[in-house]
């Protein structure tokens, strides 16, 4: 291993320490650079790796949900996101989510303790000169690291916001006024708190909503919102009925205490193992904090919440991928550069550290005079790559989706969860080689 060149990262989230890990596994030494403890993003609250600041879920768990099939591949591809996530898991129904800073501890511990990966604090302001590099900086990448990006492509890199939902402590929540539940029951009655609201409750809760005041941008950012993480007034603003269809949408959830379902619902979800607190669920907000506290009290249950965290907004940044990657996620323009996480155009903790997981395997081969194949096109890792390849006029980040799977040629009259089954079994088949090739056993589904 003596002629293995170090491979540099700088970043330490999700993408960069899922690729550091996949390379060090195969022992490809790795420099991993993070800005903590020197300096933070407005987002971050901690010093760890892996620091989950939007939310604490990483969404459906079900093979029928494409980023549940997205986590199971990854399972089986030796993901260390996926590995301690299941470790650190806390009851979220039909979705996986985790004890955050439970999380943020195994992972730091586990990449601080591998034999060839180096940790360094310092704050890059200028791609490093060191090859292969590989910048993982995330939706706050640093404005001088992002202006010498620029500099590189030719072009300015896109902006939008990112809504981040508020946190509640457990205890000041009004219980009397709200039931446990998950939606037709998946995953225990206990894994939600949910707020009922009648129709009255429902529009008075609306018309505050729009006319709260907001956080105003700053002016050299354009509010570009990513469709699947709206703020919850922009929404609003978008009719008087798009809340009760979206996130406070109150389909299989019975009330006990009336034996029907609510005219809507605000859901909580806990934030840690022992249920200590909550957040708000699609509940991502521009409203500034005092606003926060005086429109989220009309909820019912909520009139005396105690916020360990406002919701907030931050600029997300990622490049035209279509236009200025390659396949191995390298920047056509500068060789040797390769980018991971959202500033290449996925979106989500999931897709981030799939986004690290692929690079990562594809380097170490490179590294190891073993050029390895991207995933198949019919998995959803594969999948989510060919979106970063798929040209388009207004190029925007996305989780992962069915839509971006091949079509499977399969009886159109069968509903929408039997065809996603049958996309699913499809890609695990076509996973198996692919894992045979990359060192990796093929294994049964996970319990």
């Not at 990006?149 to 896109?158: K, N, P, S």
């Not at 509640?168 to 939600?192: L, N, P, Q, T």
Request: overall charge negative.
């Amino acid at each position: 291993m003596a002629n293995v060149a170090v491979v540099t990262i700088v970043g330490g989230g999700l993408a960069g320490t899922e690729c550091a890990w996949q390379l060090a596994e195969r022992g490809v030494p790795v420099r991993l650079i993070e800005q903590k403890p020197l300096a933070r993003t407005q987002a971050q609250t901690g010093d760890g790796l892996a620091e989950l600041v939007c939310s604490n879920s990483f969404r459906g768990a079900a093979l029928v949900n494409a980023v549940g099939l997205l986590k199971e591949e990854m399972r089986r591809a030796g993901s260390l996101v996926i590995e301690v996530g299941d470790v650190c898991r806390v009851p979220a129904g039909g979705a996986m989510a985790v004890d955050r800073e439970r999380f943020s501890a195994e992972m730091t511990r586990r990449i601080s303790a591998h034999p060839v990966i180096e940790r360094v604090s310092e704050i890059v302001t200028s791609i490093p000169e060191a090859r292969p590099c590989v910048i993982a900086t995330g939706p706050l990448t640093g404005d001088a690291l992002a202006k010498d990006l620029e500099r590189v492509l030719g072009q300015g890199q896109l902006a939008y916001y990112d809504s981040i939902a508020p946190i509640i402590a457990a205890d000041s929540i009004d219980r009397s006024a709200v039931f446990e539940a998950s939606r037709y029951d998946k995953g225990g009655d206990d894994a939600y708190v949910n707020c009922p609201l009648n129709r009255e409750q429902y529009e008075a809760f609306v018309a505050a909503l729009v006319a709260a005041e907001k956080v105003a941008p700053h002016a050299f950012e354009e509010a570009r919102y990513f469709e699947g993480c709206l703020p919850i007034e922009v929404m609003a603003e978008r009719g008087p009925r798009t809340l009760a269809f979206g996130p406070m949408k109150p389909v299989g959830l019975t009330d006990p205490r009336t034996g029907r379902w609510p005219y809507a619902v605000v859901q909580l979800r806990r934030e840690d193992a022992d249920g200590t607190a909550f957040n708000l669920v699609g509940f991502q907000t521009r409203m500034t904090q005092p606003e926060q506290k005086r429109v989220f009290a009309l909820i019912p249950g909520l009139a005396e919440a105690r916020y360990e965290r406002f919701g907030s907004v931050h600029r997300n940044t990622f490049v035209n991928a279509p236009r200025v990657l390659g396949l191995d996620l390298s920047l056509l323009a500068a060789p040797g550069v390769h980018l991971a996480g959202q500033i290449c155009g996925v979106e989500g903790y999931v897709e981030s550290a799939a986004s690290g997981l692929c690079l990562g395997i594809a380097l170490a081969g490179r590294a190891l005079g073993n050029e390895l194949p991207t995933p198949p096109r019919e998995t959803a890792l594969g999948s989510l790559l060919s979106h970063l390849a798929r040209e388009n006029d207004d190029f925007q980040p996305s989780n992962v989706v069915f839509s971006m799977f091949p079509s499977i040629d399969i009886d159109r009259r069968i509903g929408k969860r039997e065809r996603h089954a049958a996309l699913a079994d499809r890609a695990l088949l076509a996973l198996d080689p692919w894992l045979r090739q990359i060192g990796r056993q093929p294994q049964a589904l996970a319990s």
